[in-house]
């Protein structure tokens, strides 16, 4: 199947806190998996993205990490500031007879307190 | 154009009509997928188109939905006998899709309420 679990559903930081967001995955032959940010009333945009044959990804203040054996990843915002308030959506790009499908998680809605 | 371009931004309609949704995708991408997104919802995946490839439509909801794309490039969605429940918004994104994956380019949507 292509289902993406996504956890925490929303999360409350303090600016300059880090934040973590992580997703399950269950396609075992997916090897790119993209994360999306959409700020309130635009549409969603590429930040991060990560393929399988690198365990983790750095851009700046934001990360992405992958297990392929636990099959999950995750989105670390370090220093976090009130502008990456916003919603995030991990994704999973299907391998096999779906290859090219993209299935977006559920989304976390991030709130960075001033 | 410079980027994806999705008509009508808004549409207001009776229940039991049909709605047509324009998607005008990124020259030159091969991939063009549709998405809907319901007030504080995710996306939720519809349809994706491949070059000449037959689409996947795992993903649409009822009969009532369908889509097709002409030449390759324009895409329309079309409900049919809309439904209370179809509300959403309704997004198109197109990908230069090759060997690797590539990165989707998403359409400022289109906002459909059904009365």
């Known amino acids: 199947g292509e289902n993406v679990e996504q956890h925490p559903s929303t999360l409350s930081v303090q600016e300059g806190d880090s934040a973590v967001i992580k997703c399950t995955y269950s396609?075992?032959?997916?090897?790119?998996f993209p994360w999306y940010k959409q700020e309130l009333g635009k549409r969603p945009q590429l930040i991060i993205d990560?393929?399988?044959?690198?365990g983790e990804k750095k851009d700046q203040r934001i990360a992405v990490t992958l297990n392929k054996t636990a099959k999950h990843f995750s989105l670390h915002i370090t220093e976090t500031q009130p502008e990456d308030s916003a919603v995030y959506f991990c994704?999973?790009?299907?391998?096999?007879?779906?290859?090219?499908?993209?299935?977006f998680g559920q989304g976390t809605i991030l709130t960075v307190h001033p | 154009g410079a980027g994806v371009s999705q008509s009508p931004s808004n549409k207001v309609t009776e229940k039991g009509k049909d709605v047509e949704l324009r998607c005008d995708p990124i020259?030159?991408?091969?991939?063009l997928y549709w998405y809907r997104q319901s007030l504080g919802q995710g996306l939720e995946f519809l349809i994706y188109f491949q070059g000449n490839s037959a689409p996947d439509k795992s993903g649409l909801p009822s009969d009532r939905f369908s889509a097709e794309r002409t030449g390759g490039s324009v895409s329309t969605l079309t409900i049919q006998r809309t439904q209370q429940e179809d509300s959403a918004v309704y997004l198109c994104a197109s990908s230069l899709f090759g060997v690797h994956t590539g990165e989707l380019f998403f359409g400022e949507g289109s906002r459909l309420t059904v009365l």
């Open positions: 990560i393929r399988s044959n690198v």
């Open positions: 396609d075992s032959a997916s090897n790119y």
């Open positions: 020259s030159g991408h091969t991939a």
């Open positions: 994704a999973q790009w299907a391998g096999g007879t779906s290859y090219g499908k993209l299935t």
